[in-house]
């Protein structure tokens, strides 16, 4: 996929082996920025899907004793962010700042994270600079608010199940550009919650493997691998649910592949601790489900005065 935008960007007209770059004016400026093919034939779909896999690459990065799977670890991780960097999506970039910091949380814990985010500061003003201008004033920007404050109108209008899947353009011109905000208008509250449900079990299985201490006699260093593996894919999680703020992929199948590898590692790490999923952990999944969707709702009518 990176090489594909590499052929992309390198073409005087944007055409890769597969398919052309997508041209986007802002301030006058003409920028380009690369996509892929199939569920990726968006620039925005194959930021997220690069950011993604940043964890996936990092946790072979330091957990491995190959000095050729480190290398090749470090390498993609390289690449992937160049890859991001070719899409010229705002979101992915937030996103990969997201999954970076969380990454720093891990290797160095929360005081030399906040210590090397602030050092990086530059380094994060310098890259943003290279995108797209991230502003009200941008018309990108602007349709986005736009499309945010319809879909709080289409909730009002059809609050319990929404308009439908994948009819937000059916009453709006340009799609939502963010996942959260497709969900609540196509799907309603019933729906929404349902989905943040799907979504909350997830983090709530990484969460609790996570604190598991305890297991069968013989299982402590396969314990002890689930553990490390599960905190990488909660930062893979995490900038799906940061770059989805700015994207509109909610029924994506990647996402749910991660999710998948979740509920598999939760059931392996169930077979030799106590690990479990009770009523009450469901009741307050719930509950915390309806709260996001009361705090996405104050959000965005904050967002839309500033």
């Given at each position: ?186 799907l309603g509250i019933i729906g929404y919650t349902l989905w943040a449900m799907f979504m909350l079990i997830a983090l709530h299985m990484l969460l609790s493997v996570m604190k598991v201490q305890d297991g069968k006699e013989g299982h402590e260093e396969l314990l002890k691998k689930e553990k490390h593996l599960s905190q990488y894919l909660l930062v893979a999680l995490i900038g799906y649910a940061v770059t989805a703020f700015f994207i509109s992929r909610s029924y994506i199948m990647v996402v749910y592949i991660f999710v998948a ?46």
């Amino acid at each position: 996929m990176v090489h594909h935008a590499y052929s992309q960007i390198q073409s005087p007209i944007g055409q890769g082996w597969a398919e052309s770059v997508v041209y986007r004016s802002d301030g006058g400026a003409k920028s380009i920025q690369a996509r892929f093919v199939g569920n990726f034939n968006d620039p925005n779909d194959m930021g997220m899907f690069l950011v993604m896999n940043i964890p996936v690459a990092v946790y072979f990065l330091l957990s491995s004793k190959s000095l050729f799977t480190k290398l090749f670890a470090l390498a993609t991780v390289f690449f992937l962010c160049l890859g991001i960097y070719w899409t010229g999506s705002r979101g992915s970039l937030l996103g990969a700042l997201s999954v970076f910091f969380c990454l720093f949380y891990i290797k160095f814990g929360k005081v030399k994270a906040v210590i090397l985010a602030s050092i990086s500061v530059p380094v994060v003003f310098l890259a943003m600079g290279a995108f797209r201008k991230i502003s009200k004033e941008d018309e990108s920007a602007s349709q986005r608010l736009t499309a945010w404050y319809e879909g709080i109108q289409m909730l009002k209008h059809r609050p319990l199940f929404g308009f439908g899947k994948e009819r937000f353009l059916e009453y709006h011109s340009k799609v939502a550009h963010n996942t959260y905000v497709t969900v609540m208008s196509e799907l309603g509250i019933i729906g929404y919650t349902l989905w943040a449900m799907f979504m909350l079990i997830a983090l709530h299985m990484l969460l609790s493997v996570m604190k598991v201490q305890d297991g069968k006699e013989g299982h402590e260093e396969l314990l002890k691998k689930e553990k490390h593996l599960s905190q990488y894919l909660l930062v893979a999680l995490i900038g799906y649910a940061v770059t989805a703020f700015f994207i509109s992929r909610s029924y994506i199948m990647v996402v749910y592949i991660f999710v998948a590898m979740v509920a598999a590692m939760f059931f392996r790490v169930s077979k030799f601790t106590s690990l479990s999923l009770t009523s009450k952990d469901l009741k307050r999944i719930l509950l915390l489900s309806l709260s996001s969707l009361g705090f996405l709702y104050v959000l965005i009518r904050i967002l839309l005065t500033i």
